[in-house]
């Protein structure tokens, strides 16, 4: 049985930072290419960042870039969202999503599998 684990959500002020962690089993983790994604209220799930097998290829929305930091543990079948200078606007429910093979991929059709969510919630 195929188990994506986020966690790391919380509330947090506006200017302070999160660390997510996605903990997946039941998969060759190191054949996946792993992302998040995000999804606030009403809106549709949207891409947040992308990270290759090997780690080697990283991909960010350009809402995110300068601020977030993915990264991959494969010994422990981890991938981390570290989050910075959070706003406002990031507050969301975020999804890590696993995709077989590279290249890395910014469409949500592209994952095979997802996780259930963590709730990030940044106040002014």
């Known amino acids: 049985q195929v188990q994506l684990v986020e966690s790391g959500g919380g509330l947090v002020q506006a200017g302070g930072s999160l660390r997510l962690s996605c903990v997946a089993s039941?998969?060759?983790?190191?054949?996946?290419?792993m992302g998040w994604f995000r999804q606030a209220p009403g809106k549709e799930r949207e891409f947040v960042t992308a990270i290759s097998r090997s780690g080697d290829s990283i991909y960010y929305a350009d809402s995110v870039k300068g601020r977030f930091t993915i990264s991959r543990d494969n010994a422990k079948n981890t991938v981390y969202l570290v989050m910075n200078s959070l706003t406002p606007e990031d507050t969301a429910v975020y999804y890590c999503?696993?995709?077989?093979?590279?290249?890395?991929?910014?469409?949500?059709?592209?994952?095979?599998?997802w996780g259930q969510g963590t709730q990030v919630t940044v106040s002014s």
């Open positions: 039941g998969i060759s983790f190191s054949k996946y290419s």
């Open positions: 999503g696993a995709k077989l093979w590279d290249p890395i991929g910014t469409r949500r059709l592209e994952y095979n599998y």
